[in-house]
């Protein structure tokens, strides 16, 4: 499968993703599924103009150009061969050129900028140039905007992706090379931009104010290979000692030039171009025979900012052979208790559209209907463990399934054994598994409706490794050889990871009562709690508020839980109306967690327990709006927020556990 879906370059809008989805469709229909169909969306997507394309470079007093970079990554396999192969840019980076002194603000992060605050150092009216990692990219120039930057180019440095030094790059292992461009969406908004909410439907109202669909600023990623140039001629501070990246240069802080350049700038224009392009699903369902109304729902994007190995094609790959094997089933006599749907999402890589149009379309029938999301984005990223995010409702039912099948590192081991030695949840022998933040297409489902999700992947060992992705991620190198040759040549952990999707589908779409333990949330929600008091409630108090009630309304949720638990032990699952009762319980636990009007400044994030930083969607914030509170509260001296949102996540908690009632 992987080597057929990642042969070319199948970019959202395009005419080979189509293709991609006339073969997934294909492939559902030949394994028997009752229904298969397209569900076609018209979103506004943004590609580079390639009649006028983006430049950065230097000019000299005379605004001549004295360099230009190159935009491009060098070829170094016959896989990466496509006219199709989209130059590098940042998806809805705004339109503009801007001149300027360059300054240089380590990865772009909050923090740094306040550094640089600290030593006097101001961004107005300058172009940042920034490390990618550490934070979701369309964060960067958000916060580089408030800081007063008027644009700014994201590199890839080698401290981030090629740390071992580029003689360990690709082909010859597994890092970026020199030449190689991360591309990405800067769009901090879900969804098609014009339809925010709704659907992107024929019918849909499209707002056709651009403010907020593109980045405030101008933005372009570099190579290592050019920006190079432009951070050799920054003059001004040394760069502190954690901000000095691998490249063979003294890293300064800029804000102008050595002095024969003293009176150049800096040139970026960016030409992106937003368009109109239909986008198209494929979901393909197999019924029910006792709860076809109880839907467990599995997904994976199919879109690919170039050729797409691993980012998606290995877990498009995963659910095509989950599926084939199902269909062998269904042939055989077999169907689930409960309605499966497996889903390819389209354009997950802009803003994740296609998931996002999908649940908003369907979003009342999925609030009454949905038991689960299964999520896989990426199936192997690395060699060294499994890795899972989840609602924690889901922790008992994937600890079980990875008990079951074998890791590839060891045969003698499982996944669990594995899993639990190299991410070990502090304090336990048990794996650690992290909440689910934004990044991928569950979101909408945990977020919006409040579906309890799981994603999993093989990973590399992200707690020591710098990396805050594979090296190729969203390049021209993301290819099947890469794969091939520096992650998974015989493609076993690919089928460890198959094994887990089978395993969880089949656990939750057959078995008569749900595999879910309530106590897990319970003591999860009180571990994250504990975390924040320790580091907070001091500063809470002094400010006028207490945290009291909040610990209550966990104490009496961790009561419930363990008696709702408890009460279901001995079920007799023949008892059909009790069984679908307890059932419709556990399903709708999530749900009691969502507030209907929003986390601050974000209507789409509706979770009070878990969802991403307002100033990183990459990084999951447990109790999200007190952690976005806080931030308001530091950086504004305003707490009125803080006191509403540990309001709300008491009221919240306390009304999930009146839905564990025991009847």
Request: glycine share 10%; net charge negative; proline share 7%.
């Given at each position: 499968y992987i080597r057929y879906l990642s042969k070319k370059v199948h970019h959202a809008g395009s005419a080979e993703n189509l293709k991609l989805a006339d073969y997934v469709k294909s492939q559902w229909e030949s394994a028997s599924f009752d229904d298969v169909r397209f569900q076609k969306y018209r979103a506004l997507l943004s590609y580079p103009d390639s009649k006028n394309p983006n430049v950065v470079g230097m000019k000299d007093q005379s605004g001549t150009f004295r360099y230009r970079a190159s935009m491009k990554e060098?070829?170094?396999?016959?896989?990466?061969?496509?006219?199709?192969?989209?130059?590098?840019?940042?998806?809805?980076?705004?339109?503009?050129?801007?001149?300027?002194?360059?300054?240089?603000?380590?990865?772009?992060?909050?923090s740094d900028f306040v550094a640089l605050q600290k030593?006097?150092?101001?961004?107005?009216?300058?172009?940042?140039?920034?490390r990618y990692g550490r934070m979701f990219r369309g964060d960067k120039p958000k916060i580089g905007q408030m800081f007063g930057c008027i644009g700014m180019i994201i590199y890839n440095d080698p401290a981030d992706s090629a740390p071992e030094g580029y003689e360990k790059s690709y082909p010859n292992d597994w890092y970026l090379p020199y030449s190689?461009?991360?591309?990405?969406?800067?769009?901090?908004?879900?969804?098609?931009?014009?339809?925010?909410?709704?659907?992107?439907?024929?019918?849909?109202?499209?707002?056709?104010?651009?403010?907020?669909?593109?980045?405030?600023i101008p933005v372009q990623p570099l190579s290592a290979k050019d920006a190079i140039y432009l951070l050799e001629s920054?003059?001004?501070?040394?760069?502190?000692?954690?901000?000095?990246?691998?490249?063979?240069?003294k890293y300064k802080i800029g804000g102008s030039f050595i002095s024969n350049m003293s009176n150049w700038v800096v040139h970026l224009a960016v030409n992106n171009e937003l368009v109109h392009k239909d986008i198209y699903n494929v979901i393909g369902t197999i019924k029910g025979q006792i709860e076809p109304d109880r839907y467990?729902?599995?997904?994976?994007?199919?879109?690919?900012w170039n050729f797409g190995a691993i980012d998606p094609s290995s877990a498009t790959a995963v659910m095509l052979e989950v599926s084939r094997i199902m269909g062998i089933h269904l042939k055989q006599g077999w169907r689930p208790r409960r309605t499966i749907k497996f889903c390819s999402w389209d354009a997950e890589e802009f803003a994740l559209i296609g998931s996002t149009e999908w649940v908003e379309e369907n979003?009342?029938?999925?609030?009454?209907?949905?038991?689960?999301?299964?999520?896989?984005?990426?199936?192997?990223?690395?060699?060294?463990?499994?890795?899972?995010?989840?609602s924690p409702i889901f922790t008992k039912a994937v600890h079980e399934a990875a008990k079951r099948v074998k890791d590839p590192n060891d045969l003698t081991k499982s996944v669990y054994d594995i899993w639990s030695t190299r991410f070990p949840l502090p304090g336990t022998q048990k794996p650690f598994m992290g909440l689910l933040a934004s990044g991928s297409d569950y979101k909408s489902f945990i977020q919006y409706v409040g579906i309890s999700s799981i994603n999993f992947a093989y990973v590399f060992n992200f707690v020591t490794s710098p990396l805050s992705n594979y090296p190729t991620y969203h390049t021209r190198y993301d290819t099947f050889d890469y794969i091939q040759r520096t992650l998974d040549p015989h493609f076993s952990f690919h089928a460890s990871i198959g094994r887990m999707m089978m395993l969880l589908t089949v656990e939750f779409s057959d078995y008569p009562l749900l595999h879910i333990n309530t106590i897990d949330y319970a003591q999860t929600i009180g571990m994250y709690f504990a975390q924040i008091s320790a580091a907070y409630k001091p500063l809470l108090q002094s400010h006028g508020v207490t945290l009291d009630y909040l610990q209550w309304a966990i104490g009496n949720f961790t009561v419930a839980c363990s008696r709702f638990d408890q009460s279901i032990q001995n079920i007799d699952v023949n008892d059909a109306l009790k069984l679908r009762r307890i059932n419709d319980q556990l399903m709708y636990l999530e749900r009691a967690f969502i507030i209907p009007e929003g986390l601050p400044g974000r209507s789409y994030d509706k979770h009070v327990i878990m969802a991403s930083s307002q100033i990183d969607q990459y990084n999951?914030?447990?109790?999200?709006?007190?952690?976005?509170?806080?931030?308001i509260g530091q950086t504004q001296n305003k707490w009125e927020e803080a006191k509403i949102q540990v309001a709300n996540a008491a009221y919240l908690i306390h009304a999930a556990t009146k839905t564990l009632t025991v009847i």
């Open positions: 060098e070829k170094l396999h016959p896989d990466e061969n496509d006219p199709e192969l989209l130059a590098p840019y940042n998806a809805y980076a705004a339109k503009g050129l801007v001149e300027g002194q360059l300054i240089y603000v380590n990865y772009g992060r909050y030593l006097n150092i101001s961004c107005r009216g300058k172009i940042a140039i920034v190689g461009v991360q591309r990405g969406s800067v769009s901090t908004l879900l969804g098609d931009p014009e339809t925010p909410g709704r659907p992107s439907l024929d019918s849909a109202y499209r707002n056709s104010n651009l403010s907020g669909i593109v980045s405030s920054l003059d001004g501070l040394d760069a502190p000692a954690e901000w000095r990246g691998k490249l063979p240069i467990v729902i599995v997904g994976n994007h199919r879109d690919a979003a009342k029938e999925l609030a009454q209907r949905a038991v689960t999301y299964i999520n896989v984005d990426l199936a192997v990223i690395g060699n060294y463990s499994f890795a899972a995010q989840a999951v914030a447990p109790f999200p709006g007190i952690v976005d509170a806080l931030f």
